[in-house]
């Protein structure tokens, strides 16, 4: 193996190529301002660098990341790697991962605009994420004890899993097919319309108009918090223990609270309401 330690890079593509080498204590940045410092590297191990150029690591095969730190001026860090794993590390710069495979994260901290986007087999563990449209068209991620901030979370993304995690976000999982997340908290306006498959196990759920045009849709055993108008033209299968502020026209499916605020049924000559819906065990919809 090659060993490169504390040594300084700021000229464009400094160690272009490498492959077999261990990078320590090294710093990618200063007036040269050059690119690409790391691209089309092979069997790389970085620990404890710091770098603060734009593009550094693109195509790179078999990469280990460990302690480092990325500035917010590291723009586009990550494009169009594979099998690589970042750990007790600071991700910053806008689009930090894109079109990368077989990721792994873990204890990491980010802050990146379009993190992680059409990027496949994800695996994410104990990390703090702090970003807008997060994961778009991602596959394939399976993430626990995942705390994440931002808007435009988890659109068009598939076949995926998140355990014990937190969101605050805003429109998340739009068009997201193939989901389960599993005892977290979603926070924020809007949340999954026009997913597909998508189960919600032991989640609370918290903010307006969520759930809404949703096909194959399931909740099991989670609760609620200032949810209205949920479930519009939605096909669901849902318990939910405790209240629920309104439930709106759900197409189709079960719906089962211990309490429903209100029901609104409106006409619509395009659309049949026939989702069954009962209220504390009692069938309140369609009552004939």
């Known amino acids: 193996m090659i060993k490169i330690k504390n040594k300084s890079f700021d000229e464009e593509r400094a160690l272009y190529a490498c492959e077999d080498a261990e990078i320590e204590d090294c710093r990618f940045e200063?007036?040269?301002?050059?690119?690409?410092?790391?691209?089309e590297c092979a069997n790389i191990s970085v620990k404890n660098c710091r770098f603060d150029l734009r593009y550094p690591l693109w195509h790179c095969k078999n990469l280990k990341m460990t302690g480092c730190t990325q500035t917010e001026n590291c723009r586009a860090a990550l494009w169009y790697d594979e099998n690589i794993e970042i750990s007790d590390s600071e991700l910053g710069g806008i689009k930090a991962v894109r079109e990368c495979s077989n990721v792994v994260?873990?204890?990491?901290?980010?802050?990146?605009?379009?993190?992680?986007?059409?990027?496949?087999?994800?695996?994410l563990?104990?990390?703090k994420l702090n970003s807008m449209y997060a994961f778009f068209e991602g596959q394939n991620i399976d993430a626990e004890e995942l705390d994440l901030e931002g808007k435009y979370t988890f659109?068009?993304?598939?076949?995926?899993?998140?355990?014990?995690?937190?969101f605050q976000t805003k429109d998340a999982f739009w068009h997201a097919e193939n989901v389960t997340v599993y005892d977290s908290f979603?926070?924020?306006?809007?949340?999954?319309?026009?997913?597909?498959s998508l189960t919600l196990v032991r989640c609370h759920i918290k903010g307006t108009q969520p759930l809404c045009y949703c096909e194959g849709l399931k909740l099991i055993d989670c609760t609620t918090e200032d949810c209205d108008l949920t479930f519009e033209y939605s096909d669901v299968d849902a318990t939910i223990k405790g209240g629920i502020?309104?439930?709106?026209?759900?197409?189709?499916?079960?719906?089962?609270?211990?309490?429903?605020?209100?029901?609104?049924v409106t006409k619509d000559s395009r659309r049949k309401i026939c989702?069954?819906?009962?209220?504390?065990?009692k069938k309140i919809y369609p009552l004939k």
């Open 155 to 166: 659109q068009y993304i598939k076949n995926s899993v998140f355990r014990n995690c937190r």
């Open 30 to 39: 200063g007036p040269a301002d050059g690119e690409s410092a790391l691209k």
């Open 245 to 264: 502020v309104s439930i709106k026209n759900p197409e189709s499916g079960k719906i089962c609270a211990d309490s429903i605020g209100s029901l609104i």
């Open 105 to 123: 994260l873990k204890r990491d901290t980010i802050n990146s605009p379009e993190f992680g986007w059409r990027s496949r087999n994800i695996k």
């Open 186 to 196: 979603i926070g924020g306006e809007y949340t999954a319309w026009y997913s597909k």
């Open 275 to 281: 989702a069954e819906v009962y209220e504390a065990g």
């Open 125 to 127: 563990k104990d990390v």
